[in-house]
C-alpha cells in the first residue's frame, strides 16, 4: 500500500509542481490543476493521452471537463492523501500538457500549505 508524503517530503517535492500551477485543493489532502485548452476536441484530445499515461501507472486521477476546460484532481485515496504517485502523475500529466493547454492559477490554495497538513 503507498503512505502520504510525509512533512519533509511534500517540502522537497511539491515547490516545482506549485510552480508549474498545481494548487492545494480546497478541501482534504490533494492537488488540483486547471488546464485551459483550445477547444473541447484539444482537452478530449489531452483527456484522452492522459487517460492511457494514468492506466499505465496505475493511478487515476478525479477530473471534471466542461468544454475547453479541465480540472484535475489528484490524492491517493487508498492512503487518504497525496502521495509519491500522486507526484508522478502530476510530473507526467504536466509533461502532456505543455505547449497544448494554458493554465489556469486562479483556483485552489497555494499547493505547499499541503507541506503544513500532515496527518498520520
Known sequence: MTSKLDAEERKALLGALEDSGWRAAEEGDAMVKRLIFKDFSAAWGFMS???????TMNHHPDWRNVYNKLEITLSTHDCGGVSVLDIELARALDALAEGVAEVDRDIGRPLMRLADQVED
Open 49 to 55: 493521452r492522459a487517460a492511457l499515461c494514468a492506466e
